[in-house]
């Protein structure tokens, strides 16, 4: 599925230009500005409530914003998106194997998967290292394992944009590693990645650059030139979310 | 459609009377109902797989409940008080778009919302029905509110043919991408999916076929047929596969079941009751076999 791809950019740049957001007269985003370059690996860093995911959706074209968000294709226009999480019942008989035929076929899941459709499933749940749990139901997954399924789906097809809302977030070991070597492997190729993530310690070994986002940019740039201790504490003050 | 019908109806009426099927299965009315079992049966069965997965199930009874005002409505405005089509189905088109429309522009739980639009138009209901007595019995009214076989005629079953293809083209064509919209909203947005277009249509689907469906099984149960089927299917399956055919198979068992044993004992009770009790039982008996295969999980393999 992941072919060896190198110079240019398969991933395009994405230029924020005096983004805002206000949503029933409460401002979520004011005046944010910084580019992702094509090709980069780009976390967006911030307190909780601080306006990333709205951030986010705004790039996806889900948020009425006001501003310009520009996204310079550079080939493909693949977008592939890891939600935080499904909201469903979790009584729900729907298979790992539903989920994932509900996401590439038009004809319904109960009837059966496309053949086409079975092997680009068992291979990007063989990436996520769940192609072993595909008849498990998604209310029995862990958090974990039901972040790796998020994380496949955004796979199919294969994406030039990739876009995190903090797929890290109550993850397991297993899946944080199994996570950060897709993720490596995205970065080889040039896609270009925007990653909601909390975990400070990833971000300055992963990113190529990180933006910290409190309505407001704080600060922008590569994890070596701003993720300062100083800026850090300025930015989280004193919550958990240390470096 | 009605070619289909023409040809069947005088083949069944030989066998029955033959002894070969129920006597009761030469009447006309009979047929009738046991058609639309046949029909209705397996689409509120798969209809109530969505019903369920999006967490609906109050929803439908609000459509029942403006079932009840749409036919008040037709009474008032001089349609035929057994099949007041015109005012039942733009009564509650309007009321579930309204709903619909005004959930996406408030921030109220979809419950409240819901029970909000439930009492309003069973207030709107509840007074025009006093204009209403005034013109018919209102006993009839208990054949909307319960179902009745006798009164399913020629053009209920016309209704039900073309709600039901248009349903089940719409199902079909769409399941995936409305159960993905109920998952994460803005997960099918960036795929491509126009959710709320999606959400309109599953209302309205959810809207004509339980029009469709208040001659057979009446305004106040119809909600019961979308989701009893459906959980009694959860109880058993692990897929999406068993859910949706389990809750085809188990609804349309209990139309046919809750038409046909009242008829051969002579019990008289409202169709639509029947048929929920003949879906409770499915109901209870899944769960026992649930709890029974949690208790012994080798019974799971069964």
Redo the contacts between chains.
Sequence with gaps: MLTKNEDPPRGPSICFEMVGLCLSNITILQDVSFTVKAGDMHCLIGPNGGGKTSLILSLLGQMPHTGRIEINWTGGTTIGYVPQVLDFDRTLPVTVNNFMTMICQNMPAFIRTRKRYKDIINNALRLVSMDTKGERRLGELSGGEMQRVLFAQALIPFPDLLILDEPGAGIDSVGARVIEEIILVLKKQKVTMVWINHDLKQVKQMADAVTCIHKQVLFSGTPDEVLTTERVFQAFGTTSHGP | MVSIYNSIMPVVQRLAESGWLPESFKYAFVFNSLVAALVLGPVLGGIG?LV??K?LAFFSQAIGNAALTGVAIGIILGEPYTSPYVSLFSFCIIFGMAMVFTKNRT?MTTDTLIAVFLCISLAIGACILLYVTAKVNVHVLDNVLFGSILTVNELDLNVLFVISFICIFCG??F???M??S???P??A???GIKVIFLEYLFILMVTIITVASVKIIGAILVEALLVIPAAS??NL?????????YSATFSTLSCVIGIVIPMELEIPVPSGGAIILVAAFFFAVTTAIRRLRRAYPALGKI
């Design positions: 797989t369920v997965t967490r921030k079909l064509g399941y995936n991408r159960v993905l109920s998952f994460n803005n997960l947005r960036v795929r299917a959860r399956s692990r897929s999406m596969r068993g859910f949706f055919f």
